[in-house]
């Protein structure tokens, strides 16, 4: 899971668009909330015993979601932090780690980054990373967006975001983890024939994803499966309104096998929600 869904959140935290009344003018626009939560005596364990290991802790500065003043993602860090020289697919909110664990553990011949902002989401992966004894395996407490943007060209082959926060509520639309900057630095940070796969339970998000990539033209929507969305965007408020509005075909792509059944993709679909998948590959 990409971000957690957090409702309830006030203009501060959510990054209104600034007026002369607004505080937050020139602040970024994030796409999750700053919070803080007490780690169980599990996962306390857990970060004391294999923090070191897995969690790399010399990408951000400390306390904060930013990367360090001159920091740069490059082929020289990653072999100097995985133990092997291999492709290495980066998972974009990476929940409780059930997934990217799943995946490092079945391809051992390929390297993983998971970036997750929540302090219990990256415990719950070191505590999973663990219990594998993965070695093709790091995991990063930072602000993906910012990561991605002090990238080297081609050094990475894979970017997963899957079920990332919707943001129901019109207002938070622009707070949406898939914008046209991400995009933009994915796109430098992925080498040549790489992907960036996308999932979203909600169908408005997946209209936001058809808006923000399909006319790229620096990646390809490889999809084969056809799909009718609306064509106008609804907020939480107004989302029982969306099957009266005009739609249209998109182009997505069939479920990707390489994405584990979590606990959070099988909620959406007992509540009859589909899932939209995307495949978009870099031109």
């Keep these: 899971m990409a971000q957690q869904n957090i409702d309830g959140i006030d203009n501060a935290a959510a990054g209104d668009a600034p007026d002369a009344a607004n505080p937050l003018h020139g602040r970024k626009v994030l796409s999750f909330v700053r919070r803080s939560a007490r780690l169980d005596a599990r996962l306390q364990r857990a970060m004391d015993n294999h923090a070191a290991r897995y969690v790399l802790d010399d990408i951000a500065e400390e306390g904060r979601l930013d990367p360090v003043e001159g920091f740069r993602f490059d082929a020289d860090y990653i072999r100097g932090h995985w133990d092997a020289d291999a492709p290495l697919t980066v998972e974009i909110g990476s929940g409780q780690g059930e997934n990217v664990v799943a995946a490092a553990a079945a391809h051992p011949e390929r390297n993983f980054l998971a970036l997750e902002v929540y302090d219990p989401g990256v415990a719950h992966t070191v505590l999973l990373a663990a219990k594998h004894d993965?070695?093709?395996?790091?995991?990063?407490q930072i602000?993906?967006?910012?990561?991605?943007?002090?990238?080297?060209?081609?050094?990475?082959?894979?970017?997963?975001?899957?079920?990332?926060?919707?943001?129901?509520?019109?207002r938070h639309h622009k707070r949406r983890i898939v914008q046209p900057e991400l995009a933009a630095?994915?796109?430098?940070?992925?080498?040549?024939?790489?992907?960036?796969?996308?999932?979203?339970?909600?169908?408005?998000?997946?209209?936001h994803v058809h808006e923000v990539m399909d006319a790229r033209d620096d990646f390809e929507n490889v999809g084969a499966l056809m799909v009718s969305l609306p064509t106008e965007h609804v907020g939480k408020g107004n989302a029982q309104e969306a099957a009266a509005l005009p739609h249209a075909d998109f182009v997505e792509s069939e479920r990707f096998d390489g994405r584990v059944l979590t606990n959070f993709e099988r909620k959406g679909l007992d509540a009859g929600r589909v899932i939209h998948d995307f495949t978009y590959r870099r031109v």
């Design 185 to 207: 630095h994915v796109h430098d940070a992925l080498g040549g024939g790489g992907v960036w796969r996308i999932a979203t339970d909600i169908e408005d998000y997946a209209l």
């Design 143 to 170: 602000n993906a967006p910012e990561l991605f943007a002090v990238a080297e060209p081609g050094v990475v082959d894979e970017v997963w975001t899957f079920f990332p926060d919707p943001w129901p509520k019109m």
């Design 134 to 140: 993965l070695d093709n395996l790091r995991i990063a």
